[in-house]
Structures are given as structure tokens and as C-alpha cells.
């Protein structure tokens, strides 16, 4: 990647052997704003867990944070995250990010344009299964995501086999263009045609993004193929949370609030410095 060329300031990805910190990582934002894209996960990343998917908190001043960081980069943040777009702009409101949304399945590009997946009739009707089913498992929650769909165990750990079942049918009966992507106490079935790291790569080609040391940040199995992407591409990864997960990225940081406070001090910080 040209992430610059022959000048003495130019970003370097960190070296294959790469042992340091986030804080290392996140300094070259620091020093070169205007050659930096973040690509951020949202839940467990920005956000802390929680028991069910719309009890998640958005910490006040986070989305406000969010848009001085865009700014700052010339609008080279973007959310990559299993949520729908719909549901990304409801929870940073009034701000409107860049967001690769279900996994990829679905972009808003930085000059506003729109990438929908098409529903099949076997996918609409999987979906309806698997609410009718999931009514039966008591703390099992079902949501719908329009081009995905997830069965949520995190209340009811015992229902993971059968969730587990439930979700190899429904991917059986709407065949290839559909698949699962197993998460954190989740299953879902989303576009097979899609993932983070494919929504990274189109990012990547966009302005303002084009050109830029790219810097992924995530805590869960769909985000490691947005570190790959990142990694190839010279730049960097940071996965959040439990340490002792297999990763691709380069660094971790500890939970969301340590991630979140240092986004905050970057967006802080006075042009220049
Ligand atoms: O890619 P992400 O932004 O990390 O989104 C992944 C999934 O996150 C949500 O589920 C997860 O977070 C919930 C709230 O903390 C939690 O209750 C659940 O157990 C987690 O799996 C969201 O509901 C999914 O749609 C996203 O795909
Ligand atoms: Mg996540």
C-alpha cells in the first residue's frame, strides 16, 4: 500500500515481529491525522457488552467524540460492525458515519452511496422459522437485522446446541448466497457474498480513505478478517478485550472504556500536536 512513499515523516506499518501497544499504534494518528483511517467494530469494541442487543449504552458524548475524530481525519472513520446501518445511525445520532453494516452485507460509502443486499424468498422464509422456533426457547432472544438474522444465547447458555441447530437449518434451506457467522453468545445467517474484510478492501479504495495508513479495531471472529486486510494493506490491528483470544491483530487493548478514553484524547487534541 502507498501509504507515502519517500518522505522522511512517512507512516511505517509496524514490522511483521511487532510486540508493542495500542498506544504506540494510535500515536500515529496523532502525528499524522491526515494520513490515518480508523475502521471501528461496535459492540464490544466502542461499546461494552450487554445482556441483549438493545440494552447497549451509548456513553454520552461518545457519538460527538466520534465526529470530532472524522474530523480530524478528514472524515476517514468508519464503522464496520454486524449492526445494520439503520441501527448505527439511531445509535450515534444526529451523526452519520461512514459504516460497512451486517458484517459488510450492507455500505454506506463516504459520498453517501448505498450498497443493498437483495433477499431471497428461501432467506424471508428462513427468517420466519427461526422467530416462530426461537419463541419456544425461553431467554433465546431472536433479531432481525433485514439482511440478517441472529438467535442470541447469552441469556440462556443451555439453548446453545439447539440455537446452534436451528441456524445449520435455516443456512441449509436458503443454500450458497447465505451464510452463518458464528459471535459472541450469537449465530447469525447473513450474505454469503460479504464479510468485514471485503468491506474494509472497498473502504480502502474510497476517498478519503484511498491512500491512507489504515488502523482496525475490533474484538470478535468478524473482525479478524478486517485485521487481515489492514495487515496486508501495511497498516495495523488492535483487538479488544480477552487476551488470550487467537489473533491477527498486532496489539490489545483491555476493554472498550480504555479504547473509548483514548479515542477521546485524540479527538481532544489541539491541530498539530
Ligand atoms: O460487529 P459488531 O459491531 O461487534 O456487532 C456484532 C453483533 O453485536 C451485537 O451482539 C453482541 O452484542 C450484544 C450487546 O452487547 C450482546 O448482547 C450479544 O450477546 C453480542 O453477540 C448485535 O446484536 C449483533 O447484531 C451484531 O452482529
Ligand atoms: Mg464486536
Not at 217 to 228: K, Q
Given at each position: 500500500m502507498n501509504i507515502d512513499d519517500e518522505s522522511e515523516t512517512a507512516v511505517r506499518p509496524p514490522p511483521p515481529d511487532f510486540n508493542g501497544s495500542a498506544l504506540e499504534i494510535f500515536s500515529i494518528i496523532e502525528q499524522q491525522p491526515s494520513r490515518s483511517a480508523l475502521y471501528l467494530d461496535i459492540d464490544g469494541t466502542l461499546l461494552d457488552i450487554a445482556?441483549?442487543?438493545?440494552?447497549i449504552v451509548v456513553p454520552p458524548g461518545l457519538a460527538d467524540q466520534l465526529a470530532a475524530l472524522a474530523a480530524k481525519l478528514d472524515g476517514a472513520v468508519a464503522l464496520v460492525t454486524g449492526r445494520s446501518i439503520a441501527r448505527v445511525d439511531a445509535l450515534f445520532e444526529p451523526h452519520r458515519f461512514p459504516v460497512a453494516g451486517l458484517h459488510g452485507a450492507e455500505m454506506r460509502l463516504p459520498d453517501g452511496g448505498l450498497v443493498e443486499p437483495a433477499l431471497s424468498s428461501a432467506f424471508l422464509a428462513a427468517k420466519e422459522e427461526l422467530r416462530a422456533r426461537s419463541k419456544d426457547l425461553e431467554g433465546v432472544i431472536f433479531e432481525d437485522k433485514g439482511a440478517a438474522v441472529a438467535l442470541h444465547?447469552?441469556?440462556?447458555?443451555?439453548h446453545e446446541a439447539v440455537v446452534g441447530a436451528l441456524m445449520q437449518q435455516a443456512a441449509a434451506s436458503t443454500g450458497e448466497h447465505w451464510a452463518l457467522q458464528h459471535g459472541k453468545m450469537v449465530v447469525e445467517l447473513k450474505p454469503a457474498r460479504s464479510g468485514k474484510g471485503e468491506a474494509l478492501e472497498r473502504l480502502m479504495g474510497t476517498a478519503p480513505f484511498r491512500g491512507r495508513y489504515p488502523i482496525a479495531v475490533g474484538d470478535d471472529l468478524t473482525d479478524e478478517e478486517m485485521f487481515a486486510v489492514a495487515a496486508a494493506a501495511g497498516g495495523a490491528a488492535i483487538r479488544v478485550g480477552d487476551a488470550a483470544a487467537p489473533t491477527a491483530a498486532h496489539a490489545w487493548i483491555g476493554s472498550p472504556n480504555e479504547l473509548r478514553r483514548l479515542l477521546a484524547s485524540i479527538a481532544r487534541q489541539p491541530e498539530g500536536k
Amino acid at each position: 500500500m502507498n501509504i507515502d512513499d519517500e518522505s522522511e515523516t512517512a507512516v511505517r506499518p509496524p514490522p511483521p515481529d511487532f510486540n508493542g501497544s495500542a498506544l504506540e499504534i494510535f500515536s500515529i494518528i496523532e502525528q499524522q491525522p491526515s494520513r490515518s483511517a480508523l475502521y471501528l467494530d461496535i459492540d464490544g469494541t466502542l461499546l461494552d457488552i450487554a445482556p441483549t442487543p438493545e440494552a447497549i449504552v451509548v456513553p454520552p458524548g461518545l457519538a460527538d467524540q466520534l465526529a470530532a475524530l472524522a474530523a480530524k481525519l478528514d472524515g476517514a472513520v468508519a464503522l464496520v460492525t454486524g449492526r445494520s446501518i439503520a441501527r448505527v445511525d439511531a445509535l450515534f445520532e444526529p451523526h452519520r458515519f461512514p459504516v460497512a453494516g451486517l458484517h459488510g452485507a450492507e455500505m454506506r460509502l463516504p459520498d453517501g452511496g448505498l450498497v443493498e443486499p437483495a433477499l431471497s424468498s428461501a432467506f424471508l422464509a428462513a427468517k420466519e422459522e427461526l422467530r416462530a422456533r426461537s419463541k419456544d426457547l425461553e431467554g433465546v432472544i431472536f433479531e432481525d437485522k433485514g439482511a440478517a438474522v441472529a438467535l442470541h444465547f447469552r441469556l440462556a447458555s443451555h439453548h446453545e446446541a439447539v440455537v446452534g441447530a436451528l441456524m445449520q437449518q435455516a443456512a441449509a434451506s436458503t443454500g450458497e448466497h447465505w451464510a452463518l457467522q458464528h459471535g459472541k453468545m450469537v449465530v447469525e445467517l447473513k450474505p454469503a457474498r460479504s464479510g468485514k474484510g471485503e468491506a474494509l478492501e472497498r473502504l480502502m479504495g474510497t476517498a478519503p480513505f484511498r491512500g491512507r495508513y489504515p488502523i482496525a479495531v475490533g474484538d470478535d471472529l468478524t473482525d479478524e478478517e478486517m485485521f487481515a486486510v489492514a495487515a496486508a494493506a501495511g497498516g495495523a490491528a488492535i483487538r479488544v478485550g480477552d487476551a488470550a483470544a487467537p489473533t491477527a491483530a498486532h496489539a490489545w487493548i483491555g476493554s472498550p472504556n480504555e479504547l473509548r478514553r483514548l479515542l477521546a484524547s485524540i479527538a481532544r487534541q489541539p491541530e498539530g500536536k
